[in-house]
């Protein structure tokens, strides 16, 4: 144990900063063992081996742009084809392209049998007889203008990818897209690091479940179990809820012991978390976990925060009882397992779980190094930043993109137990102690919160005052150069953009990124990073929405048609106004009352009313 001294029943941990604990917890932590899964179980998995290719792609000849297909002479001088028969779609009927004759295919549609090269429609023009069809019916000749040579246009067998080329690395997180790409191979079942599971309960006689009443004066609803579960829910790991532990030592014991021996991972939310080791009173959760176990972390120097411990622990099989054979254990788990106890402040339980839990899992779960941590990233504080004497202060943030650069801006009160300081933070300041301010305009490290727990990490919001939204898939990209220079190219407008080599060096695919207006930071282009192992690429979807007409739209108002539409009819056939034959409206004096049924329209009027002609539906 790592310890100063002991007084009476109770240990006096050192203190660590955040990035010791971090490094501790991943030297603690290995990859769990690999297995074969089915492929549409592997999604956030991480591969134990490279998967290579079972077959060339394309397998066969296929077309690179939509136009006719050809077989060009080789002429390396300007040449005017003769009129070429239209030809027919190859699919439907085997034709061989001769000198004399053209098919129509479609971008990545396969060659027909003789030809060599594909002439974009651009360079073609269609002739047709006028009333033989009409333009949409099939030309009878087309002419060809251009140097069109053997292999123009076309994707040849293997030009994407080779037969037994890698197309996976090993330690790869499977995303969506490495989903697709092996299933256009016909993998479908691929060998990746096992998923850990986590074991989660609450300690302490304040908290009852979400469903129930609140009986007693300062109990309180469990809602950091519940929060977390979602985010491991997200993460796709399996977490079992152990629900809620009495202040009782010989209760926390046996369901620590429990969830020891089917889980991976054991978490224990508990108020003692809150506080340090030299506080008064006794910590009857740390004094079960230092029977349990071996802690490598019993203090972490971070305000609300002090007693986050990180224990390791064998699990045991457990004993037999009268109502059965002894409880099962996890077999092929992680050993020793993995032990945290975390605070109970609902604004602090949350980022620490992130911090500390999160690598744990993915170092579980194959990734390696760094990637395992959450992603760091520099900005310009808009608020002062109160720093606390001898502890680091987790001051939660929301970070954009304006003016150029990167800014955090506070996001109100920072009580630990304020929830409402995380619902629109996507980040964390580790403000450092000092007992001052870190002051406005000074640039400081912001780590992104939004979804750590992910396979992605999402900076949802983080351009343009949130009228620029990226979601940036980055299973093995982590400093803030590629993150602030995702959202340089995105806030400049760049069509596309293609990442190799180091993060921060960026391709402008779409012409050379200038400078921008604040006026135009409402018009900027929603992009999709994807991650495929080998790059990183931005493809271009819709124009964001600015973000007051989004409010508008999300709060409920109805936007506005771009046509007027005209009301809907209704069913029935409703008569005209009555002519003025039919007796006066009722006086306002007996329509303020609303228990007064007005009388019947006598039958004359009606019998009016039914002369003239029904509304047309």
């Known amino acids: 144990m790592d310890f100063r001294s002991r007084a009476t029943s109770k240990t006096i941990y050192t203190a660590h900063a955040i990035s010791k604990a971090q490094e501790l917890v991943l030297s603690l932590t290995r990859p769990l063992q690999a297995q074969l899964v089915p492929l549409h179980d592997a999604l956030h ?38 009129p070429l028969d239209a030809g027919v779609d190859p699919s439907k009927l085997a034709v061989d392209i001769t000198a004399n004759n053209a098919v129509k295919v479609v971008v990545g549609g396969v060659m027909p049998h003789g030809s060599n090269a594909v002439v974009p429609m651009s360079s073609v023009t269609e002739n047709r007889t006028l009333g033989a069809g009409g333009f949409d019916s099939r030309p009878e000749s087309i002419s060809i203008k251009g140097n069109w040579k053997d292999g123009d246009n076309v994707r040849q067998i293997g030009s994407d990818i080779a037969e037994d080329q890698e197309i996976l690395p090993s330690g790869h997180v499977i995303n969506p897209t490495s989903i697709g790409l ?15 599971t986590i074991g989660i309960f609450s300690v302490g006689d304040e908290f009852v479940e979400i469903g129930e009443a609140l009986h007693n004066r300062g109990q309180v609803r469990d809602c950091n179990k519940t929060m977390l579960n979602s985010m491991f829910t997200q993460m796709r790991v399996v977490c079992n809820d152990y629900g809620i532990v009495p202040m009782n030592s010989r209760l926390i014991e046996e369901k620590f012991a429990e969830a020891c021996r089917k889980n991976d991972i054991v978490i224990a939310i508990t108020a003692e978390a809150n506080q340090a080791d030299d506080d008064e009173g006794g910590n009857v959760v740390k004094e079960v976990v230092e ?42 788990g992680h050993s020793p397992r993995i032990c945290f106890t975390v605070p109970s402040n609902a604004a602090i339980c949350p980022i620490i779980t992130q911090l500390l839990i999160a690598p744990c899992i993915k170092k579980m779960r194959g990734v390696e190094g760094n990637d395992c941590l959450p992603v760091v990233c520099k900005a310009v504080v808009k608020d002062d930043l109160a720093q606390h004497k001898a502890l680091t202060v987790l001051h939660r943030v929301n970070v954009k993109y304006s003016g150029g650069r990167l800014e955090a801006k506070s996001t109100g009160d920072q009580s630990a137990t304020r929830m409402l300081s995380l619902l629109n933070a996507n980040a964390v300041v580790m403000v450092p102690p000092g007992g001052g301010k870190v002051k406005s305009g000074n640039s400081v490290d912001c780590c992104l919160i939004d979804s750590g727990l992910g396979g992605s990490v999402e900076a949802m919001g983080l351009l343009g005052g949130g009228e620029v939204k990226v979601a940036v898939s980055s299973n093995r990209f982590a400093s803030s150069g590629f993150l602030s220079g995702v959202a340089n190219g995105v806030a400049n407008r760049v069509s596309s953009m293609r990442i190799t080599g180091k993060p921060s060096q960026i391709k402008a695919a779409g012409g050379s990124i200038g400078e921008e207006s604040e006026e135009d930071l409402a018009r900027e282009r929603v992009v999709s990073v994807v991650d495929r192992g080998f790059g990183v690429i931005a493809v271009p979807e819709t124009l964001a929405i600015p973000a007051k007409s989004a409010g508008i739209v999300l709060g409920g108002g109805a936007p506005v048609p771009s046509k007027v539409v005209p009301p809907p009819v209704p069913s029935k056939v409703v008569p005209p106004p009555i002519p003025s034959k039919v007796p006066p409206p009722i006086p306002s004096k007996a329509a303020a009352k609303p228990s007064q049924v007005p009388p019947p329209i006598p039958a004359k009027a009606n019998k009016v009313a039914k002369r003239w002609p029904p509304v047309q539906t």
């Open 291 to 332: 029977e349990a176990g071996k802690v490598q972390l019993g203090r972490i120097s971070v305000l609300d925060a002090e007693g986050t411990t990180v224990t390791t622990c064998m699990p045991s099989r457990g004993a037999a009882t009268k109502f059965g054979p002894r409880p099962s254990i996890r077999e092929n």
């Open 182 to 196: 092996m299933a256009s191979f016909g993998i479908f079942l691929v060998r990746v690091h096992l998923q850990p």
């Open 45 to 82: 998995a991480t591969l134990a081996e490279a998967v290579k290719s079972t077959s060339p792609l394309p397998t066969f000849a296929t077309a690179g742009v939509t136009g006719y297909a050809i077989k060009a002479g080789g002429s390396s001088k300007e040449v005017e084809f003769a």
